[in-house]
């Protein structure tokens, strides 16, 4: 019978902090746990494995033992500690000399351990450590992309130069950028009698930051469909051993980019995204049943996009993308790959109107192959499971007046200084150049210098004003539309005040009111009529002047004319000047003598001479409240 060897529960530390070098001392086992009789440990220290990329991927291990070799049968389970390490099970076998030729399958931990648990943690900053006492580790490999490089003692990459696609109409380049990613992983297997019962995986509270500024030339339309670019990549195995049993431990890191665009002319663009994230992301399998874990802390910082050149159409999204795979035996296992993207969008009218706007996301993707960990286990479908979305920019977004407002002028002459203004992004910090402004005269029949003015390199678009040759109010009113012609929410507006054209409100007019349009309270039907008044503007009195019964006599009447923006207001109070007795419609009888009937007008001049606006008339009687009544009506004031 083989050497048992026996270890009930073990905690076993891969990797260490910079501050906590000791952790990577040998821990004491305990005698009592269960390793599988037919386990066989072939060490890299007196053996070699000489088997072909090939026959390794037929399963046909040929290893020249530099010792005696080791009993081995068939249905033994190999575990080697050689490159990426290996755990096979042994189906048929060969012996010559001192060489052993085995046809093998795979093999997987449940094969090997009982009552065990697999407790270990890794940061990628200590791969560039050695390893003490029964612990091993070494550096698969690490390359760089061009214009990629990393500081020597952590996971900070700077990038300068680094040409993510090139293509003969379009090319997409890092400029220049900065890139943190260093997590603590940890893991936790418990098998009980050669089973995995449960098995957790992550990392937590990890800090993730990036600072990148990528410039997109286009000299023509193009299509790029998805390319993916490698920055940096590094492997690094770890071995500790269960016992005699090496557990062999593969982190593989990529940094990738990953970019797609399509572009309908020649475009030059720089854009920025920085953001600082910290996440934490795992899963717990237990009761053949996967729980995940993925918690998300993102900020986003505005930066402004410099869209160079002409505009036209453009959808461009690029991914900053750490992938970490963590391999057991050369098998891969768990997939953490969080991806840092920004979505650009740029629509270009008919008329070079346009809008641009750019989305920010982090997407917190896992997955898990666990078929090296146990044979009946599922796996842990890829996906991605917090997904952080932030609005980072968009223009235009709003125009503001910048000087040439409430201007005073006289009727059909050009004022004196430009209408001007200015158009920024959603940030107010940077303002935006070739941008179409559309300057209209929307009250006073005026007329601007041009109608459509592009901004200038500073964001500016100006036009001069000619007044309209009447006395209505003089506006004007700049706005931006966006690719679908819609207006931005944004608008600039402009008055101007009329100089010595004064309408001379002296003299006799007539009050039209529209019964047509009246309504009255109290059942009243409302009536058509003309009421003349004459106007006083020296002593600024309303004098009521055709009452044909003579019936009412006015005690007050006012008027109040507003030059800017040329609207009247007047009261006229009449009050029942008779002495009489009139009939209540509730059969009573009563002296009408002193009530008071109010005439009120409120318009705006739309012509010379000529107001158009709302009349209401309120008559009050003291002795017969129950026929009091309020009506308005439509109404016009015009001078006879």
Same mark, same amino acid.
């Given at each position: 019978?083989?050497?048992?060897?026996?270890?009930?529960?073990?905690?076993?530390?891969?990797?260490?902090?910079?501050?906590?070098?000791?952790?990577?001392?040998?821990?004491?086992?305990?005698?009592?746990?269960?390793?599988?009789?037919?386990?066989?440990?072939?060490?890299?220290?007196?053996?070699?494995?000489?088997?072909?990329?090939?026959?390794?991927?037929?399963?046909?291990?040929?290893?020249?033992?530099?010792?005696?070799?080791?009993?081995?049968?068939?249905?033994?389970?190999?575990?080697?500690?050689?490159?990426?390490?290996?755990?096979?099970?042994?189906?048929?076998?060969?012996?010559?000399?001192?060489?052993?030729?085995?046809?093998?399958?795979?093999?997987?931990?449940?094969?090997?351990?009982?009552? /065990?648990?697999?407790?270990?943690?890794?940061? +990628?900053?200590?791969?560039?450590?050695?390893?003490?006492?029964?612990? +091993?580790?070494?550096?698969?490999?690490?390359?760089?992309?061009?214009?990629?490089?990393?500081?020597?003692?952590?996971?900070?990459?700077?990038?300068?130069?680094?040409?993510?696609?090139?293509?003969?109409?379009?090319?997409?380049?890092?400029?220049?950028?900065?890139?943190?990613?260093?997590?603590?992983?940890?893991?936790?297997?418990?098998?009980?009698?050669?089973?995995?019962?449960?098995?957790?995986?992550?990392?937590?509270?990890?800090?993730?930051?990036?600072?990148?500024?990528?410039?997109?030339?286009?000299?023509?339309?193009?299509?790029?469909?998805?390319?993916?670019?490698?920055?940096?990549?590094?492997?690094?195995?770890?071995?500790?051993?269960?016992?005699?049993?090496?557990?062999?431990?593969?982190?593989?890191?990529?940094?990738?980019?990953?970019?797609?665009?399509?572009?309908?002319?020649?475009?030059?663009?720089?854009?920025?995204?920085?953001?600082?994230?910290?996440?934490?992301?795992?899963?717990?399998?237990?009761?053949?049943?996967?729980?995940?874990?993925?918690?998300?802390?993102?900020?986003?910082?505005?930066?402004?996009?410099?869209?160079?050149?002409?505009?036209?159409?453009?959808?461009?999204?690029?991914?900053?993308?750490?992938?970490?795979?963590?391999?057991?035996?050369?098998?891969?296992?768990?997939?953490?790959?969080?991806?840092?993207?920004?979505?650009?969008?740029?629509?270009?009218?008919?008329?070079?109107?346009?809008?641009?706007? +750019?989305?920010?996301?982090?997407?917190?993707?896992?997955?898990?192959?666990?078929?090296?960990?146990?044979?009946?286990?599922?796996?842990?479908?890829?996906?991605?499971?917090?997904?952080? /979305?932030?609005?980072?920019?968009?223009?235009?977004?709003?125009?503001?007046?910048?000087?040439?407002?409430?201007?005073?002028?006289?009727?059909?002459?050009?004022?004196?200084?430009?209408?001007?203004?200015?158009?920024?992004?959603?940030?107010?910090?940077?303002?935006?150049?070739?941008?179409?402004?559309?300057?209209?005269?929307?009250?006073?029949?005026?007329?601007?210098? &041009?109608?459509?003015?592009?901004?200038?390199?500073?964001?500016?678009?100006?036009?001069?004003?000619?007044?309209?040759?009447?006395?209505?109010?003089?506006?004007?009113?700049?706005?931006?539309?966006?690719?679908?012609?819609?207006?931005?929410?944004?608008?600039?507006?402009?008055?101007?005040?009329?100089?010595?054209?004064?309408?001379?409100?002296?003299?006799?007019?007539?009050?039209?009111?529209?019964?047509?349009?009246?309504?009255?309270?109290?059942?009243?039907?409302?009536?058509?009529?003309?009421?003349?008044?004459?106007?006083?503007?020296?002593?600024?009195?309303?004098?009521?002047?055709?009452?044909?019964?003579?019936?009412?006599?006015?005690?007050?009447?006012?008027?109040?004319?507003?030059?800017?923006?040329?609207?009247? &207001?007047?009261?006229?109070?009449?009050?029942?000047?008779?002495?009489?007795?009139?009939?209540?419609?509730?059969?009573? /009888?009563?002296?009408?003598?002193?009530?008071?009937?109010?005439?009120?007008?409120?318009?705006?001049?739309?012509?010379?001479?000529?107001?158009?606006?709302?009349?209401?008339?309120?008559?009050?009687?003291?002795?017969?409240?129950?026929?009091?009544?309020?009506?308005?009506?439509?109404?016009?004031?015009?001078?006879?």
């Amino acid at each position: 019978m083989k050497k048992i060897v026996i270890l009930f529960s073990l905690i076993l530390i891969f990797g260490c902090s910079s501050d906590d070098s000791k952790s990577e001392e040998v821990q004491e086992q305990d005698p009592n746990a269960i390793i599988a009789d037919n386990v066989v440990v072939i060490l890299e220290e007196n053996s070699e494995l000489m088997s072909t990329e090939s026959e390794i991927l037929n399963g046909t291990y040929v290893i020249q033992f530099s010792e005696s070799i080791p009993e081995i049968e068939i249905n033994d389970v190999i575990v080697g500690d050689e490159g990426l390490g290996f755990l096979r099970k042994v189906t048929s076998i060969s012996v010559v000399n001192n060489v052993v030729e085995m046809q093998t399958v795979q093999a997987n931990m449940e094969d090997v351990f009982g009552n /065990t648990n697999i407790n270990f943690s890794t940061s +990628l900053s200590s791969f560039n450590r050695s390893s003490s006492g029964e612990s +091993l580790q070494r550096n698969n490999y690490e390359r760089f992309a061009q214009g990629v490089s990393r500081n020597q003692n952590s996971f900070i990459f700077d990038f300068t130069n680094v040409v993510i696609n090139s293509d003969p109409s379009a090319n997409l380049t890092i400029t220049d950028g900065a890139l943190n990613f260093n997590p603590t992983y940890f893991f936790d297997l418990d098998y009980s009698f050669f089973s995995l019962d449960r098995f957790q995986f992550g990392t937590e509270n990890t800090e993730f930051t990036a600072e990148a500024t990528l410039n997109l030339n286009a000299t023509g339309s193009a299509t790029i469909p998805v390319t993916e670019y490698t920055l940096y990549e590094n492997s690094n195995t770890f071995v500790r051993f269960v016992g005699s049993v090496p557990v062999v431990v593969t982190v593989f890191l990529k940094l990738k980019a990953k970019s797609e665009f399509e572009v309908g002319g020649t475009l030059s663009l720089s854009k920025k995204l920085e953001h600082n994230t910290t996440f934490s992301l795992g899963a717990t399998y237990e009761n053949s049943n996967w729980s995940p874990i993925a918690e998300l802390n993102a900020g986003f910082i505005d930066h402004p996009i410099d869209l160079g050149g002409s505009y036209f159409n453009l959808t461009d999204k690029i991914s900053i993308v750490p992938e970490v795979i963590i391999a057991f035996y050369g098998i891969n296992g768990p997939l953490i790959e969080p991806a840092l993207s920004g979505n650009l969008g740029i629509n270009v009218g008919v008329n070079q109107d346009w809008d641009a706007s +750019l989305n920010a996301s982090i997407d917190l993707n896992l997955g898990a192959s666990i078929g090296i960990l146990g044979e009946n286990l599922l796996a842990l479908p890829y996906d991605s499971y917090n997904i952080y /979305t932030q609005p980072i920019w968009n223009a235009p977004d709003t125009i503001e007046v910048i000087s040439g407002n409430n201007q005073t002028g006289n009727q059909d002459e050009q004022l004196n200084q430009p209408l001007k203004v200015r158009v920024w992004d959603n940030s107010g910090l940077f303002y935006l150049k070739d941008v179409p402004v559309y300057f209209e005269v929307t009250s006073g029949n005026g007329t601007t210098s &041009n109608q459509t003015v592009p901004t200038d390199p500073n964001g500016f678009a100006e036009v001069f004003w000619t007044l309209g040759d009447n006395t209505q109010p003089q506006i004007v009113q700049a706005t931006v539309k966006k690719a679908d012609g819609s207006n931005i929410e944004s608008i600039a507006t402009f008055n101007a005040n009329l100089e010595g054209n004064q309408v001379d409100l002296s003299g006799n007019w007539t009050l039209n009111i529209f019964g047509t349009s009246g309504s009255c309270t109290n059942n009243v039907t409302p009536i058509s009529a003309n009421i003349q008044f004459e106007y006083d503007m020296t002593t600024n009195t309303i004098t009521y002047i055709n009452d044909p019964n003579n019936l009412w006599q006015q005690t007050s009447g006012t008027i109040s004319y507003n030059e800017n923006t040329q609207e009247i &207001n007047f009261d006229v109070v009449l009050t029942y000047s008779v002495s009489s007795t009139i009939g209540c419609s509730d059969g009573t /009888t009563y002296d009408p003598q002193g009530d008071t009937d109010t005439h009120s007008f409120s318009g705006i001049l739309t012509a010379e001479n000529y107001f158009t606006g709302t009349f209401t008339d309120a008559l009050y009687l003291n002795g017969c409240t129950i026929d009091n009544y309020e009506c308005t009506y439509n109404a016009s004031f015009v001078k006879n």
